[in-house]
């Protein structure tokens, strides 16, 4: 009614508002209204937070207490049984350097940003231990898991840039950013900014590659581990207690007496949790909080599931396209050093990173998946963006393969 004569919606005029009705217009914009602005608060909040802990990238003296010789934070737990140096260089050692020189053909590079797009169970922990390796030898800043101080983070960057631009040098800065999980996804602001970035540096000539990388891997396979991994529990719990939230919680009549246990919201294996989550790993590639509705409620929200098809894959193609190396996970190694090449990435001897299965669960995908080939043949059907991905960038990683070489020491 308000619209057909003009007026704002809950405006006091409108014909056939009843005073109740404008009592909740008047709560409903108030309540909206407030929860806007207390959510802009809390990220800012949050983001000047994160400023405030971050090393001050624009500043030529170290900071406080960072990369600090005989700080036990900067030994990994397992560093000292490995054989590894145990702290902080100056320069990068003789030893390191002749052992990377064993498999590596890239120089070192005085300024690389390094951007490794971390989808789950798609090997990320692994490539962020070797990121933190770096920076535990002082070759570099890591910045990551998530990009939710990117503002601040940006800033500090472009100050750097600007100010070598402007003294007629190349910055000194080996910047190493795992853009795994977060409200600010990597497709959206950060790519932007770094493609900004690289238009600078090419304009200005400044010799400091920008190298965004990922890892894709076989649908099934993905399917499988991001079950056992973080799902395969909850199903298992649920069946077995039949209460607490979401875990087939038993339901009541209206007259208080118990009802038959309510479906998991998993489903109640493999099969029925994997119909839940169509085209599971195309889509935590181009919207990482996806990953959360598919682990722990067996859905994946509307937003990050675009409802047309071929503008989701054409999406995920653009995005997926503008990086310099895509890779498999079977070809780990290769997609490590395709990478590190372009940049120059230092130390590169790492040690497989494998996340435990959450809740304990000791299955495997025998269990999981007794009849392997129907279990493919389900995640053809359900996934055919993930399949698409998988065959045009698997195929084309490995058209891009070098000679073999020599493999990695772990």
Known sequence: VAAQHGRGFGSRSCVGWSPRAHRR????????????????????AEEARFAKTRVQLHRDKAASGYCTAGDSSNVLPWASGEGLVLEPQAALTAATAAARSN?????????????????????GSTVRDIFLENERLGYGLYQGYTQLGWNSDWRNVRRLADAA????????????IEAHFGQVELKD???????????????????????????????????????????AFRIKE????????????LSRHWNGAAAAPRRPMWGHNFSEWAAQVPNLQS????????????????????????????????????????????????????????????????????????????????????????DREACAALIRELAPRDHRMWAKYSAAFEARLPAPRPAFPR
């Open 165 to 176: 631009v402007g003294e007629g040098r190349t910055p000194s800065l080996l910047l190493m």
């Open 103 to 123: 498999w590596s053909v890239g120089g070192l590079k005085r300024c690389a940003i390094i951007v490794d797009r971390h989808t789950h169970k798609n090997g």
């Open 283 to 370: 889509t935590i590639m181009a919207r990482g909080m996806a990953a959360s509705g598919a682990e722990y409620y067996g859905r994946m929200h509307g937003g990050s599931r675009p409802k047309n098809a071929q503008k989701a894959w054409q999406e995920l193609d653009e995005m997926l396209s503008a990086f310099d190396v895509v890779g498999t996970v079977s070809r780990f190694d290769e997609t490590l050093l395709l990478a590190a090449d372009l940049v120059g990435l230092p130390v590169l001897t790492y040690k497989y990173n494998r996340p435990n299965q959450k809740g304990g669960y000791r299955g495997t995908n025998a269990d999981i998946c007794p």
């Open 238 to 249: 649920a069946l077995a207690t039949g209460k607490g939230k979401g875990k087939g919680a």
């Open 189 to 231: 602001r950060p790519m932007q900014d770094l493609a900004a970035l690289r238009a600078f540096h090419l304009k200005h000539r400044v010799d400091c590659p920008i190298v965004l990388v990922t890892r894709v891997r076989e649908p099934l396979d993905y399917y499988l581990s991001f079950f056992r991994w973080g799902v």
């Open 25 to 44: 217009a008047h709560v409903f914009r108030h309540r909206l209204t407030h929860m806007r602005g207390r959510r802009e608060r809390r990220n800012r």
